[in-house]
């Protein structure tokens, strides 16, 4: 289980915003630790999901969601179609963080309501799946302007929140230096959070749009344990940049 490998070793993933089963299953045959279905920047539907998630039933790789919003509805109906967590934006404060942890956690930790429902197998597994849900699912909160930096230690802080996970292009533009999350203002925050979080026991994560393996090893090595490489529409057009350039001569 991802939760558990989490706390030996750094878990690599990468980032879906394609619709498309097939681009999970390949995700998901390469040996990748975890993915990440974006529902806030793509039109990927809530009635996408099964489907991507079946493409993947099989494997040991373990499905995420980026809901659109930190709403208790999306979060229960992400989770109930088998999502074994949830990244959540729009987090600044420790109540939002709250809301999120009580949004995916069953009663009495949480507000999460009880169906029959994918997850449990359609009301097969209720019993197990209730009782082990709570644990077993991860919440993780985006981490995304200056404000939700400046209240890291807080955010952190939350009951049954198991981490953070920067958002590098969205934190660039809150500190005035959009689209360049190198930026010494951008790392300067990353490492705020990512030391916030090695003292308080909980998951850094952070995504790196474009590969670069001697910079995730720098990002592991200062204690982010799970990272996204990547984004499928990234791979797709660079491989097709590439066969472009090769027409043109290049």
């Not at 630790?33 to 040991?60: G, N, Q």
Request: charged content about 25%; some cysteine.
């Amino acid at each position: 289980m991802l939760k558990e490998s989490l706390k030996t070793k750094a878990a690599i993933g990468s980032w879906i915003q394609i619709p498309s089963p097939d681009i999970c299953e390949i995700a998901a045959a390469s040996g990748i630790d975890w993915f990440a279905v974006d529902m806030e920047h793509t039109e990927i539907s809530y009635e996408s999901l099964p489907d991507m998630f079946r493409a993947v039933k099989d494997s040991s790789t373990a499905p995420f969601v980026r809901t659109r919003t930190n709403d208790r509805l999306e979060i229960r109906r992400a989770l109930d179609i088998g999502a074994k967590g949830v990244i959540i934006p729009l987090v600044e404060t420790a109540e939002d963080a709250m809301k999120a942890v009580e949004s995916a956690k069953y009663p009495p930790e949480g507000v999460r309501g009880f169906a029959f429902c994918r997850a449990n197998g359609w009301g097969r597994n209720f019993d197990e799946y209730v009782k082990t849900a709570n644990k077993e699912t991860m919440v993780l909160v985006m981490i995304e302007s200056r404000r939700s930096v400046e209240n890291i230690e807080e955010i952190l802080e939350v009951n049954g929140l198991d981490g953070v996970f920067i958002g590098p292009y969205d934190m660039s533009g809150s500190y005035g230096v959009t689209g360049n999350p190198s930026h010494p203002l951008v790392e300067e925050a990353c490492n705020k959070v990512v030391e916030a979080c090695n003292r308080a026991g909980k998951i850094a994560g952070k995504h790196i749009v474009n590969p670069d393996r001697e910079y995730i090893q720098s990002d592991i090595r200062k204690g982010f344990s799970m990272i996204a490489v990547g984004i499928d529409v990234l791979f797709l057009r660079n491989g097709f940049d590439f066969i472009a350039k090769m027409n043109d001569g290049k």
